[in-house]
């Protein structure tokens, strides 16, 4: 079943620079997923940032989507 993060995510330039956020929150996308990739449970995440589990599935949504999204090009020297 496929997440829609935009019901959860949030950018807005007022709020931390126009960063990925949770809705109604400071709580950054990228703060979220650090926390999980740094050995965090979804529930000590949810617990430490006053967030719900879907909060935490539509970060790792978006953070899906945006990766999927960019594109690299290769530079030689």
């Known amino acids: 079943m496929k997440i829609d993060w935009k019901k959860r995510i949030e950018i807005n330039p ?7 956020v949770i809705k109604g929150t400071r709580v950054p996308v990228e703060v979220i ?10 529930e000590e995440v949810c617990r430490e940032y006053r967030i719900k589990e879907e909060d935490v599935r539509a970060a790792l949504a978006y953070a899906t989507e945006t ?11």
């Open 14 to 20: 007022d709020i931390l620079g126009g960063k990925a």
């Open 33 to 42: 997923v650090g926390g999980l990739a740094g050995g965090m449970t979804i």
């Open 67 to 77: 990766l999927s999204e960019e594109y690299l090009i290769a530079v030689s020297n």
